[in-house]
């Protein structure tokens, strides 16, 4: 099987995970929109870092999100890691044929939302991570972003627009959220830069409006 043989066959099985009963798409906030993006970003990057291992990048981004359906919150990362564990040692020999390590793409999922506590460092800093996470981390970010983050604020609280405005300050916090590979920077800063600007009119609007 070749990898692109073996990116597609991973992508039939983890399909399921991301569609609900009817077969749809449930959100485009976690689902398979999410996946098709973060995976559309994720070759983007590869372009720009042919030194990364290829394989390893896109099969973690398919199936870092697997267990959203079924946890909204970071914890979603265990689950997903769980179900990928089930049908992945199924193609050991073929992850091995195109130089795949099976368990770094397990640990890329498992801790693709949580690095600061992945007890393996070298995985956690390694180019491949670093690409999936800046993968990730772009479609916080940029208009899409902007539609995005008040959806899943409000699966949380209904006060959406201060809640959103709070965690887009959080978000777009210089300190926070760095993309940590050269090319996820390069594709991703601009969208970052974007959903700055952003924060900085909502907040103005709000101050010149909110009057007692
Ligand atoms: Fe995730
Ligand atoms: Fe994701």
């Known amino acids: 099987m070749t990898l692109d043989q073996l990116i597609e066959e991973i992508k039939l099985k983890a399909k399921p995970f991301y569609m609900n009963e009817e077969g749809v798409a449930f959100d485009d906030i976690h689902d398979w929109n999410h996946m098709r993006r973060v995976y559309g970003a994720a070759k983007k990057m ?14 973690a981004a398919i199936l870092h999100d697997i267990g959203r359906a079924n946890d909204r919150q970071a914890s979603h990362a265990e689950i997903s890691y769980n179900l990928a564990k089930e ?41 491949e991570f670093n690409i999936l996470t800046d993968a990730d981390k772009v479609d916080m970010f940029g ?53 700055e600007k952003f924060v900085k009119d909502l907040e103005a609007q709000q101050q010149e409006f909110e009057l007692d």
């Not at 590869?46 to 099969?59: I, M, Q, T, Y």
């Not at 007890?119 to 390694?126: F, M, Q, V």
């Not at 777009?172 to 920077?185: C, I, Y």
């Open 87 to 127: 049908f992945l040692p199924e193609y050991q020999t073929e992850f091995l044929a195109n130089n795949i390590d099976l368990e770094k793409v397990l640990k890329m999922v498992r801790y693709h939302s949580i690095a600061h506590i992945c007890p393996d460092k070298a995985i956690a800093e390694s180019l």
């Open 46 to 59: 590869l372009e720009l870092a042919p030194e990364a291992n290829r394989g390893e990048v896109l099969l």
């Open 143 to 195: 208009a899409l972003g902007m539609v995005r983050v008040p959806i899943a604020e409000a699966y949380k609280q209904p006060q959406v627009v201060y809640h959103t405005y709070e965690h887009l300050a959080k978000m777009t916090d210089p300190n926070n959220f760095q993309f940590r590979s050269e090319a996820g920077r390069k594709i991703g800063q601009k969208y970052k830069d974007y959903s």
